[in-house]
């Protein structure tokens, strides 16, 4: 069988031309887009048009050996079609995801229509201290419409009924992993993959986090149900990287955004009205949420909070902005004292975490 020939920013434009994807003549511009440990991903403009063209790594760019399957870039594709049409179903406004250009089935690439020139992730604008709450209640309403609106759907339902992707990048390398450098708190963590492994409700995007919002910016104000700060305009949020979506929990997805948001109030730590945004961001993004569910997950969703938690950084893929390590020690106390002591309730969790911080 012949390898899969791996795309990079040289040769992309060989690529495209010998499978039909742009004219023979046309002119091709790429870098890569970094941000991501699972993917070569390049933006190419095309004579004036312009692709994110993504491939899968066989193996992940961490430190830990972390394989996976590469043909989960199918999934991905798969993925965001299915999300546009629940988006199209559901009448969600202020969420995009992109559309999917072309499907390379023999070299497993998938290429994508571009965010608006100039799009920054809300990651960035996390850890910059610019905190817009509107985002959060933006991006809660979204997923709990997303959840409620898929639910019902059993076409999807057998779509992504498939377990790999879930179990070869979240539970493999975030919750067994963990649970092997934290005896301690073993019992509870696989109690939590017993749970999380038992529940198949919803479609499940897997890596509902701030690094994959696009915030793409434009000319004029939106009202007070927009998702900018005051002085700016947006065209919305775009939705990116799907290759974890599968049927499973939704308390998942809400537990990966309140992780990222409440870590996001660590890196703050030393500003403390940042700090206390982030915090408020995540409260806003879990009461939007709520509010778009018929169903109540937040003792399933704190549990899974805590074990991503610590997952961040003791897994295989730990966040890069903390680095101190009296700061990971605290989000190790935070997570590990949660699982010992079964908290529930998301107000529980956020005092402890605020109660084990720094003085």
Known sequence: MTAPSSIDAEGIGDYLRGRDVVPADATVRAAPLGGGVSNTVLRVTVDGDCLVVKQPLANLAVEDDWPADVGRVHNEAAAARAYRDVIDRASIPDVRVPAVRFEDETDHVVGFECAPEGARTWKQHLLE??????????????????????AGDERLRERFATEAPFRQLRLDPYHR??????????????????????????????????????VAEAEGRRGDEGITADGAGT???????????????????AAFMLNHLLLKSVHNAGDEAARTACVDAAREFWTAYVEAVPWTLEPATVRELAVLML??????????????PATKEWVRSVATTALE???????????????RGPA
Do not use: M, Q
Request: glycine letters at 8%; proline letters at 5%.
């Open 129 to 150: 201290g610019a905190v817009d709450a509107r985002i959060a209640r933006t991006l809660g309403r979204f997923l709990g419409a997303s959840h409620r609106t898929a």
């Open 177 to 214: 992993t963990v649970a092997r450098r934290h005896p301690e708190v073993a019992p509870a963590i696989e109690r939590e993959i017993e749970r999380i492994e038992g529940v198949a409700r919803t479609l499940v995007h897997g890596d509902f986090s701030p690094k994959n919002v696009l």
């Open 235 to 253: 065209t919305g949020c775009w939705l990116l990287d799907f290759e974890v979506a599968h049927w499973g929990d939704p308390a998942f997805d």
């Open 311 to 324: 997952a961040r950084i003791d897994g295989k893929s730990p966040v890069e902005y903390l680095t101190d």
């Open 341 to 355: 002591r079964d908290v529930t309730g998301l107000e529980e969790y956020v005092a402890l975490l605020e109660e």
